[in-house]
């Protein structure tokens, strides 16, 4: 299975800050990634696919990027609604694993 | 818009059985894949299971397989996952998901599984 392992676990972070999330994948995925956003009680909802393409409907101030093994979700300035759990997610071959997940949180 | 209601959780002693249902609408049920991704508590997300759109290919993960079935009645919009021999590692909460691509396009609310004596 692919590994997929994201850092940091958890950030703290202020509205109007610039954030960074970074996923590496223990072998080449190409482009197939997506970013996911999960909010406490609530299913995740998909932010971005095939590492840089924003879902319809989705604010901007979100991108991806990143091909083969490494992959980042940046955050322009940061909303109050930002605040949550966010997952990468390997499209490239079964079992579509997930990392770990990075919590978002207000400091 | 896209709504996906997940039914059937609740308690079950080891080695019971459950099924899950997941009611669609807001799309075309039978032009789109359809899978259950699982979240035990505190932790993260596992896809656990896949169909695509006419039930002819299913996909499982080891920790399930042999144990869980997943189908869909594209007459009635409702994808299924009957879970039999369930163990306590089992416990989670479970979501159906519309697939697009090899993601997971729109998620239900999720519906909790209790595995417990």
């Known amino acids: 299975d692919i590994q997929m392992t994201q850092s940091p676990s958890s950030v703290s972070a202020s509205v109007g800050d610039r954030v960074t999330i970074t996923c590496r994948a223990s072998q080449g995925i190409n482009n197939f990634l997506a970013w996911y956003q999960q909010k406490p009680g609530k299913g995740p909802k998909i932010l971005i696919y095939t590492a840089s393409t924003l879902r319809s409907g989705v604010p901007s101030r979100f991108s991806g990027s990143g091909f083969g093994t490494d992959f980042t979700l940046t955050i322009s300035s940061l909303q109050p609604e930002d605040f949550a759990t966010y997952y990468c997610q390997q499209g490239h071959s079964f079992p579509f694993t997930f990392g770990q997940g990075t919590k978002l949180e207000i400091k | 818009e896209v709504q996906l209601l997940e039914s059937g959780g609740g308690l079950v002693q080891p080695g019971g059985s459950l099924r899950l249902s997941c009611a669609a609408s807001?799309?075309?049920?039978?032009?789109?894949?359809m899978r259950w991704v699982r979240q035990p508590p505190g932790k993260g997300l596992q896809c656990v299971s896949s169909i695509n759109e006419n039930g002819g290919a299913t996909y499982y993960a080891d920790s399930v397989k042999g144990r869980f079935t997943i189908s869909r009645d594209n007459s009635k919009n409702t994808l299924y996952l009957q879970m039999d021999s369930l163990r306590a590692d089992d416990t989670a909460v479970y979501y159906c998901t519309k697939g697009y691509s090899t993601y997971h396009s729109d998620w239900g609310q999720g519906i909790l599984v209790t595995v417990s004596s």
């Open positions: 807001g799309f075309t049920f039978d032009n789109f894949a």
